[in-house]
């Protein structure tokens, strides 16, 4: 009930083209819904996140689309640039003891080719 | 505004020994989190700290343990270490009730 489930584990596109990475979670006390993305040797930077009373959210070249019905949501890259290439986490957060608990998926390695 | 540093950058252990790894949250950042991020297991939640008190935990062995000190500024501790513990250990701090957190670059420890 914990988990989230991320796919693929590695995506390659090419420049110009959209990148596509999904997630589902399981248990709907979850309420904030991140994306991390991940450089070598870098840690994981907030990317874009959205809460579930919105079906989808766009800052520049990246969407969430939502569906809380199928507790699944996914992250768009638009116009792929090989400055994209890195890993890419979603994670699901909710409230638990006064703070937050989060529960990140294993990851996608995402390579755009020129 | 300075954002999440940890000390030390990397780290090599042998079995058995402990290890001690820091954390500055940004300023005005009371919540601290880390995880034990390695390639076969992602981004594993270890625990969260706010005003010195640990409110959530992961499940990891109790050789794991972490505090959390008045100027919000945390450290944790590894005791008996084995190989397995071999991993990049993110820190992050968030505000009070937001999800959103902001990463340091981690701490790197190998343990041989």
């Known amino acids: 009930q914990q988990q989230v489930k991320q796919s693929p584990q590695s995506l390659i596109v090419q420049k110009g083209g959209i990148s596509i990475i999904n997630c589902a979670y399981e248990n709907t006390a979850f309420d904030y819904f991140p994306w991390y993305q991940q450089f070598p040797g870098k840690g994981p930077a907030l990317l874009i996140a959205?809460?579930?009373?919105?079906s989808e959210k766009k800052e520049g070249r990246f969407t969430i689309s939502f569906n809380k019905s199928a507790k699944q949501f996914s992250l768009h890259i638009m116009d792929s640039q090989p400055g994209d290439s890195a890993t890419y986490f979603c994670a699901a957060s909710m409230g638990q003891a006064g703070g937050f608990k989060t529960i990140f998926g294993a990851g996608t390695r995402l390579f755009v080719k020129a | 505004k300075a954002g999440v540093t940890q000390t030390p950058r990397y780290l090599i252990k042998t079995r058995g020994q402990q290890v001690t790894l820091s954390c500055s949250p940004i300023?005005?950042?009371?919540?601290v989190s880390w995880y034990q991020q390695t390639p076969g297991q992602g981004l594993q939640f270890l625990f969260e700290?706010?005003?010195?008190?640990?409110?959530n935990k992961g499940n990891f062995p109790g050789r794991f343990s972490g505090r959390q000190f008045s100027n919000s500024r945390s450290e944790m501790n590894v005791s008996t270490l084995e190989l397995g513990d071999s991993a990049l250990y993110l820190c992050?701090?968030?505000?009070?009730?937001?999800?959103?957190?902001?990463f340091g670059p981690g701490t790197r420890l190998t343990v041989l």
């Open positions: 300023s005005g950042h009371r919540s």
């Open positions: 959205i809460r579930p009373d919105v």
């Open positions: 700290y706010f005003s010195e008190t640990q409110r």
């Open positions: 992050a701090s968030s505000t009070l009730t937001e999800g959103e957190q902001f």
